[in-house]
DNA sequence: GCATCGTGTGAAACCGTTTGCCATAGACTG
DNA sequence: CAGTCTATGGCAAACGGTTTCACACGATGC
């Protein structure tokens, strides 16, 4: 048994006050002789102070919360260990609350972490955006309303809530500009002379796709391109290979660009399979800069997740109100080796010839 | 403010006994009307019971803890999707613990989890082995006591600790044999003709590189080939493309199998940059069967992560002293498109002929 | 008509800390 | 030498719940 502190001060021959105030750093002063018996004392039984005890009389939980949809996938992962690590310097646990994006999960967590008291939550994923009038099921508005709210309760009870990405509650925020990046993603695939580019878009109704696909559709736009061969997809590996190989039969475009890295790699493990040269006959570029997504040699634009978390971390923990202002990093373009300049149609013909080494040729 | 339980019972006009029985699922009956006139008071105030003061009067703290290497790999991910699956279904929360395999990580978070009373602790993650005598400082060898130690202290309090992999304290134990999946694979890539094999080890020290090491040695020595091209890494993707480069100036190997799949994506992917038709003319294997295998289409053995975290957080909640046995599970060969029959030597001076879709066509 | 019950409620102890307030005792200050 | 400090230490009240024990009361069994 861990021993309580009642059982060091008796053993020290001291009182409960006193062992407590040699064992944390209390201003308190204790005679150095005092000190060394308590924590002879404390050695002998083992004692392990009881941090619940602790956070319920200091209302100091020591815990934050991170809501992510999947901790498995890299995009969430790598949030959550810029949050983990600032939390742990600070002796604080980090909890990881995996949601698969379903609202009701999300409001669970939230009371949940609600209860414990938590001192900060961060959402790190987006969240349904009010769908044009009608096509959202009332259940989903229900939600979305129960969530604010749910929310408000928490931040009224001083709790700190941090989203990292486009959220319909208020909130300290730490984001990144996902409509720009996925305009100049898109932008840079245009400059390379591709004309017909494909989309792949994130799961529907969610604020972060919503913004992607708005940057890709603008940056068409300016390009004087047509952006209407746009994919439906689900921000996974699944949806990406699902597109490629409904491409495969016909004939290929210049481009495919994908709401987000895991889906991008999908398009291009299936494409590659399928026999088509990348970025011969057809360029490839995801959204994110995940860790695979080096190994791939993808072409993508980096929104900084691991600094995102730690940031949010560190809003959460820095008790002073400097919640105001809203962060917004800088996300940078990352050319790689799965997009390269438009070759004449001619001689996309000729793959069946084209050299193993052609996929990485152009870095 | 969430409002106590005081308020809540003050304002609904019953004693605080009332409001906690009515509240809550005990087993005490509460007239309906009462219980109704508690539930309106409770929505009122925005009542969220303080987990905490239940932790501390129930010694139950509804709270497990991961302590992973790194959660953005995908092998430690998988694992705490498993844990935190089953946890938040009994209404758990799940601490994730990111220690990079330093001992004195572990042990700083294993003494943290003990503070809060967490009823379980999962160690996803081999541990360091004592290596030959004289060969581990003596600071890792004071960490291993320590850390042994510190498990027995924390276990004697009721926390149930269990662990994935080989440690060298006592625990219960969610694991799969290493040894022989590594075997296996071997065996496998042995059986296809193979006879010069590399090996890409996990880091030093680390029970389960050894084990996994040990497995390969074996399968080698009873394929009567030798197994003496062993080449050091970090089971992480840096290290495979490390050897990848040193490899590809001198005459290949038929194959070469890594410790786990990370290092072997930095080999597969590496390789095929530097103009290496895989599995045409060398075949690589890893070990895991990670999601990130499943896209790169890698040969590798499946060690159930997902189900062991799962299994270890079901051992934590069952609180029937069920702690016995030693769970092993079974391990299962995948082959897939990254590794193929040897072919003659003559035909390997080919590649550059060889069409993109070789690659694959393994399949 | 009386002991026995089941049902519903409240009082109070307890979980393991922190901390405000008070007590004691030398050391200093004038 | 009285009056103030300063350094130490203890008492007891929170913190916000759960749970044991006692108790009240109408119904039931004989």
Chains 1, 2 share one sequence.
Do not use: W
Not at 11 to 18: H, M
Not at 137 to 157: C, K
Not at 264 to 285: K, W
């Amino acid at each position: 048994m861990a021993g309580s502190l009642a059982e060091v001060a008796r053993r020290a021959g001291v009182s409960v006050a006193t062992a407590s105030r040699a064992l944390n750093g209390s201003r308190h002063p204790v005679s150095d002789e005092i000190r060394e018996r308590i924590a002879l004392a404390a050695a002998e039984v083992g004692y392990a102070p009881s941090a619940i005890a602790q956070a319920l009389v200091t209302r100091k939980s020591r815990i934050i919360g991170v809501i992510v949809g999947d901790i498995v996938d890299p995009y969430f992962a790598e949030i959550t260990r810029g949050a983990e690590d600032v939390a742990r310097r600070a002796g604080y646990l980090t909890i990881v609350c995996n949601t698969d994006r379903a609202p009701a999960t999300e409001l669970a967590y939230l009371r949940l972490l609600h209860d414990y008291r938590a001192e900060g939550v961060i959402f790190a994923g987006g969240g349904q955006v009010a769908a044009g009038a009608g096509s959202a099921s009332a259940a989903q508005l229900s939600e979305g309303a129960q969530l604010s709210e749910a929310v408000e309760s928490v931040r009224a009870d001083g709790i700190r809530v941090v989203s990292l990405a486009a959220r319909n509650f208020e909130s300290m925020r730490v984001t990144v500009d996902d409509r720009a990046a996925s305009y100049d993603i898109t932008s840079y695939v245009c400059s390379l002379g591709h004309r017909r580019v494909c989309y792949v878009t994130g799961p529907p109704g969610l604020s972060t796709s919503a913004a992607r696909l708005a940057g890709f559709q603008a940056a068409m736009a300016d390009a004087g391109l047509s952006a209407d061969e746009v994919h439906p997809g689900e921000f996974d590996f699944l949806s990406g290979q699902q597109v490629a190989l409904r491409l495969v039969g016909r004939p290929l475009p210049d481009a495919v660009i994908c709401a987000n890295d895991e889906s991008a790699i999908g398009v291009l493990t299936t494409l590659r399979q399928a026999g088509v040269d990348i970025p011969g006959e057809v360029s490839v570029a995801g959204l994110d800069d995940t860790r695979v997504s080096r190994f791939v040699d993808l072409t993508t634009v980096s929104v900084p997740m691991y600094e995102r978390g730690a940031i949010a971390a560190r809003h959460i923990l820095d008790a002073g109100p400097s919640a105001a202002g809203d962060l917004v990093l800088p996300h940078r373009l990352v050319p790689r080796g799965t997009t390269a300049r438009r070759r004449s149609s001619g001689s996309k013909r000729q793959r069946r010839e084209t050299p193993l080494t052609a996929a990485t040729e152009a870095r």
